[in-house]
């Protein structure tokens, strides 16, 4: 599995990033998106059912990204 450098512009999702996450959940987590915000973290956003699928993304995230910090907020319920 390839590591790719988060260097989508402010706001920008991260496709690469998007689709390990949905790989991973598979399904799980509905409205998923993985941005990179202003400060060079990635952002993941969407609606789980279990904090078992929101931990599988932050996972999945942080084994494709070259980022020193993901911000998991996925809302769980």
Same mark, same amino acid.
């Given at each position: 599995?390839?590591? !790719? ?16 996450? %949905? ?5 799980? !987590?509905?409205?998923? %998106? ?12 969407? %609606? ?25 907020? !996925?809302?769980?319920?």
């Amino acid at each position: 599995m390839a590591t !790719i450098a988060a260097e989508a512009p402010h706001g920008k999702t991260l496709p690469q990033a998007e689709q390990q996450v %949905r790989a991973v959940a598979g399904g799980l !987590i509905r409205g998923l %998106r993985v941005e990179l915000n202003g400060e060079g973290h990635v952002v993941v956003t969407g %609606r789980a059912a279990t904090y078992y699928a929101k931990q599988l993304a932050t996972h999945a995230v942080q084994a494709v990204c070259d980022v020193a910090q993901v911000h998991n907020d !996925i809302q769980v319920g």
